[in-house]
């Protein structure tokens, strides 16, 4: 009997059997404890914020080094271009508010002050994607994928979960060269451990399977391997699940080896189908192996008010949608 | 200039009374969103809808309407309250705030609910495009005023103070900002966070004319926007001083209501505190 439900791979990955239970926490907790270890680890580590100290979690490093932190109010143009001047003498400043307000409000200050003039300003883009909820549309960022990977020199990174992102805060703090880390409001499953390990750019495999491969960020993770489960159990359908959270530099080599052993991909993410991860991974695909490939995502349209997990699933995000966009695959790659 | 009849008073001010009580019904039935701004700005939306602006509320569409932009969306409960109040859509229609489906978006937007004027929430954007709807108005020499209600932690974003040059530029005399001049933001107080005095001295020395009052007391609120509304040849600023929170009591100048709505047993004291107020303005009339 083993003493676990998981799959080789997901114990490569020191995954939580997470078929048992899961802890519900938002990914935004795991930012704000990344921080402050990295505000501990680096002195030149700043946080700097436009109002939104407790909802981006930096309220945490405000109270662990106050003389680290600094309040710029609702300035988020200010917020990069400070930022680009701090780290042009030396400075490692991480930046929050909203996805929607920063990079949203100001993208250009972001290309041409953090990308093309390549200063170490790391974005914490917070509240992003529908699962925002009440707040409705204006605060629903699921656009800023796009508007960032597009940018050259950007590192972008969507983690999992908490622990992920607190992961990924740390990482990124170390990497020299502008970043983006998104993540999100509301609670989401703990898949991922201490244990798990956490490269940039480099893809996980989060279950194994050869039949359809679900290529997912952000914590719709877990909904894709609660999806995969339920193509296993309903169908006999195997699928590999991909955690794929670094959006840019893309682990090309991961994606094209998940169409090569699977021969159908369904990508899945919390943003605009269009130009997200999921158009990233065509991308790549249409180049290096073509396969039959389809979307999870926001069909082009805007958000709205609502409970998270309604607008997941009116969206089309929900578990079942995914596993009706993997049958899918998988009857186009047989047809 | 019209003048406000004691009695015309009383109702305005019982009327301010029942929008803070539709804002806090909204509130708990959404289980999310933002009391204090709502609230202290209640007897401005009042004295607006109640007898500053041309407008039908039978006819939210009406070209020749004064707009009134909402800059600072997250207030949106007081707006949505007054428009229920002064007749565009049913009370019960409140309780739907925030909820999947509703008109009464968690901040306002135009496609949803035409007459709001714009789409906002995301702060600092509502003066640039109320100086468009002005010079628009004076393109075509039409006659509606234009309102642009904003926060004053929106006075940190830079697109703000564009539009403040621009309508200057303009000489867009048709043009009132009414400043919601509660001095808290979300990481609290404006002075704190990123000081923004001397305001009326900035908006001076961009060329407005200025104005401060209670923006409290509806009498010296309407006094003040009459008198501002004559001025010919520049934009004009009303600073409205108000107290967060505004009417209820354990709410009233603590900067943590921004962004929280009360639960069950707080509305009920707050509603409470409301109707022993209402019939206080009913037994002094
Ligand atoms: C561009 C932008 N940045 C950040 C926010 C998040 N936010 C909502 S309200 C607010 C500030 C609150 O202060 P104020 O505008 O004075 O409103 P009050 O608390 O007085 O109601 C912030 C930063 C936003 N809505 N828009
Ligand atoms: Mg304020």
Same mark, same amino acid.
């Given at each position: ?36 270890? *990295? ?128 992961? *990924? ?167 | ?285």
């Amino acid at each position: 009997m083993p003493s676990t439900t998981l799959d080789a791979a997901a114990q490569a990955m020191r995954l939580i059997d997470y078929r048992t239970g899961v802890e519900l926490v938002p990914t935004r907790n795991g930012f704000g404890e990344g921080l402050i270890e *990295a505000g501990t680890r680096d002195r030149n580590v700043l946080a700097i914020c436009a109002d939104l100290a407790e909802s981006t979690r930096m309220e945490g490093f405000k109270k662990a080094h106050p003389a680290q932190y600094l309040e710029i109010g609702v300035a988020e143009q200010m917020l990069v271009a400070l930022a680009g001047g701090l780290a042009a003498v030396g400075k490692i400043p991480w930046i929050a508010s909203y996805a929607m307000f920063n990079p949203g409000r100001s993208w250009e200050q972001v290309r041409t002050i953090m990308a093309l003039n390549d200063t170490n300003v790391k974005i914490a883009g917070a509240h992003a994607g529908v699962s925002v909820g009440p707040d409705g549309a204006t605060h629903q960022a699921i656009e800023d994928i796009a508007i960032m990977r597009v940018i050259p020199h950007m590192t972008v990174v969507v983690p999992c979960d908490a622990v992920q992102t607190k992961a *990924a805060t740390l990482a990124l703090s170390k990497r020299v060269g502008p970043a983006y880390l998104r993540f999100a409001r509301e609670k989401s499953a703990i898949v991922t451990t201490d244990a798990t390990p956490f490269e940039i750019g480099k893809a996980q495999v989060f279950r194994e399977g050869s039949d359809v491969a679900i290529v997912a960020c952000g914590i719709l993770v877990y909904n894709a391997l609660m999806a995969a489960d339920l193509l296993a159990r309903e169908h006999g359908i195997e699928c590999r699940v991909v955690n794929n959270h670094t959006v840019k530099p893309m682990d090309e080599a991961a994606i094209v080896d998940a169409a090569q052993t699977c021969g159908a991909v369904v990508t899945v993410e919390e943003h605009q189908k269009h130009a997200g991860m999921g158009s990233r991974v065509a991308e790549i695909l249409a180049q290096r192996h073509p396969v039959p490939i389809e979307f999870i995502g926001v069909e082009d349209r805007f958000g709205q008010s609502g409970e998270p997990t309604e607008l997941i699933e009116y969206y089309g995000m929900g578990t079942r949608a995914i596993a009706d966009a993997a049958l899918r695959a998988h009857q186009r790659k047989t047809k | 200039m019209q003048t406000l009849s004691p009695e015309r008073l009383t109702e305005l001010r019982v009327k301010a009374n029942d929008v803070r009580a539709g804002i806090i019904r909204s509130l708990v039935a959404a289980g999310s969103g933002h009391s204090a701004g709502p609230l202290d700005m209640a007897d401005v939306f009042t004295a607006l809808y109640g007898h500053l602006m041309a407008h039908r509320p039978d006819q939210p569409d009406w070209p020749d309407r004064d707009r009134l932009l909402l800059s600072c969306g997250h207030i949106a409960p007081v707006r949505y309250s007054a428009m229920a109040n002064f007749g565009y859509f049913p009370v019960e229609e409140l309780l739907t705030l925030r909820k999947f489906g509703t008109r009464l978006q968690g901040h306002p937007e135009r496609v949803t609910l035409p007459s709001v004027e714009t789409t906002s929430g995301p702060l600092g954007e509502g003066l640039a495009q109320g100086t468009g709807m002005a010079l628009g108005a004076k393109l075509d020499g039409k006659a509606f005023h234009v309102w642009v209600v904003t926060s004053d932690a929106e006075h940190q974003c830079g697109l703000h103070w564009e539009a403040v040059m621009t309508a200057a530029k303009f000489g867009l005399d048709n043009l009132t900002a009414i400043v919601d001049r509660n001095f808290i933001q979300i990481d609290g107080s404006t002075e704190d966070v990123m000081p923004l005095e001397p305001l009326a001295e900035k908006y001076r020395a961009f060329n407005w004319d200025v104005f401060t009052c209670d923006g409290n007391d509806i009498a010296a609120f309407i006094a003040t926007a009459e008198q501002a509304r004559a001025t010919r040849g520049k934009p004009q600023v009303i600073i409205a001083n108000t107290v967060p929170g505004k009417g209820v009591s354990y709410m009233e100048g603590d900067y943590t209501w921004h962004g929280k709505p009360p639960n069950r047993e707080q509305a009920d004291r707050a509603l409470a505190e409301l109707h022993a107020e209402r019939e206080r303005i009913l037994a002094h009339a």
